[in-house]
């Protein structure tokens, strides 16, 4: 490879963009070859920030990937349905990639992946970002020292929060199964990543509860619209409207809007909304994955873990009781103690604070950090270097081993207690 790791992009879509903007941030480390995505002011974007005049567009992941192998790497940010095949081919080519994760549809698929890049002697990055932020790579730090003695339980919680939930998973790319992937596999399987990084030994079993809770046509209010643009008579009041996308929610809206680029009016977006899924009532929608779910996970070490995922509440929360002291931090512990981390000494009780740097301006904030923390990363994981706690693909299968088998559990719907 050239002192510069160079990169085409296979999707052009909002992580695309973010990971292109970080990596031309960084001092000549990377430079963009190409683009492909069937939105041409998507890629268009991406020629912008590339800064590249020899900049190459394809109006589709077929058409970039009929190309012969043109950089050192591949970003593959297409939908979750469309990760498997293009992934296959880019491996053929002789891509190392970095995949969005999941990095398929099923656990069949992924390790099929992963003998691939053995095969080809290529590296395919996963993009679970929470492990390249200060928090989790603390808790990594910590959990390996020993000083919490032996993993007994974990606890997580993420809290997806009800607008969020709302535009990627009801009205979104993300509200069907069968068009992406289950609730638990495409936004916890960051957080069932972090739990078998953290525990270190196999799962093995699993069970999982959860459903719909509200968001379906019988919460809607009296006189619901199907469209929040209908002259809806909760517009302005009710929680999810998408009308809200014109003034404090325009952040989602420039994730799934056509043109990234183009300065937008008021009413040309209400026009959008007319016609396009974002505008929907969600309580209308066509949506069938989960607004709430439970795991439970037991490992070989002996140990326990849950996973609590809900649409309503907001942020990150994680426990570890070990045999030595506990841990507990996240956004709850955050807002509560003003620290990131507490560490509580079962031998006398004493609690340590640890308080972690704030995100400089120069530092990209996304996902806590984690974005900017794995394009730092990713020259020297592609070199050999520093892979030990790296998402390559043959160190995350098991995070979404658990996530898939959670599913099949949730959907076999537990034992029924008789009545």
């Known amino acids: 490879m050239s002192s510069k790791l160079s990169l085409v992009l296979c999707g052009c879509g909002s992580r695309s963009r973010t990971y292109s903007k970080i990596a031309m941030s960084l001092n000549d480390q990377f430079e963009i070859i190409a683009g492909a995505d069937p939105v041409a002011s998507r890629v268009d974007a991406i020629r912008k920030t590339s800064n590249n005049p020899d900049f190459k567009s394809y109006s589709s992941a077929e058409e970039l990937l ?51 890049a053995k095969k080809y002697d290529r590296k395919i990055v996963l993009c679970f970002v929470l492990r390249y932020t200060d928090f989790y790579a603390k808790v990594k730090e910590i959990v390996d020292s020993g000083k919490l003695g032996n993993i007994v339980s974990i606890r997580a919680h993420e809290g997806v929060d009800a607008y969020h939930q709302a535009h990627s998973f009801v009205r979104g790319h993300w509200a069907k199964s069968t ?54 008579p909760h517009a ?5 409207s998408a009308l ?123 996902h806590g950090g984690g974005d900017y923390g794995l394009i730092t990363a990713l020259s020297d994981i592609i070199n050999g270097n ?9 160190n995350s299968i098991s995070g979404h081993l658990i996530g898939f088998t959670a599913e099949q559990s949730r959907i ?4 029924k207690i008789p009545l």
């Open 179 to 232: 068009d992406s992937t289950p609730m638990i596999i495409a936004k916890c399987s960051h957080d069932t990543d972090i739990i078998a990084w953290l525990m270190d030994s196999p799962c093995k079993s699993v069970s999982s509860i959860g459903g719909i809770s509200h968001f379906s046509e019988k919460h809607a209010p009296e006189g619901a619209t199907d469209r929040c643009t209908d002259g809806c």
């Open 66 to 116: 009929d190309q012969p192998k043109m950089a050192d790497l591949m970003i593959i940010a297409t939908q979750d349905h469309y990760h498997f095949e293009p992934a296959k081919k880019a491996l053929e080519l002789g891509y190392h990639l970095l995949l969005e994760k999941p990095a398929a549809q099923s656990i069949n698929e992924i390790k099929e992946l992963a003998e691939l």
């Open 244 to 366: 809200r996308y014109t003034t404090d929610r325009e952040r989602w809206l420039n994730m799934v809007y056509p043109d990234p680029t183009k300065k937008r009016e008021t009413q040309e977006v209400i026009e959008w909304l007319k016609i396009s899924p974002w505008g929907r009532c969600v309580y209308k929608c066509d949506n069938d994955v989960v607004d709430h779910q439970q795991v439970l996970m037991e490992f070989e070490n002996g140990a326990s873990a849950t996973l609590s995922m809900t649409a309503f509440d907001c942020g990150r929360t994680l426990e570890i009781y070990g045999t030595k002291a506990s841990l507990r931090g996240g956004d709850a512990i955050k807002e509560q103690f003003d620290t990131d981390l507490l560490i509580r000494d079962h031998y006398n009780g004493e609690i340590e604070k640890i308080t972690l740097p704030d995100l400089t301006e120069s530092e990209y904030a996304g």
């Open 236 to 240: 302005e009041t009710c929680l999810y």
């Open 412 to 415: 076999q719907d537990g034992i």
């Open 386 to 394: 520093n892979t030990s706690s790296a998402s390559l693909i043959e």
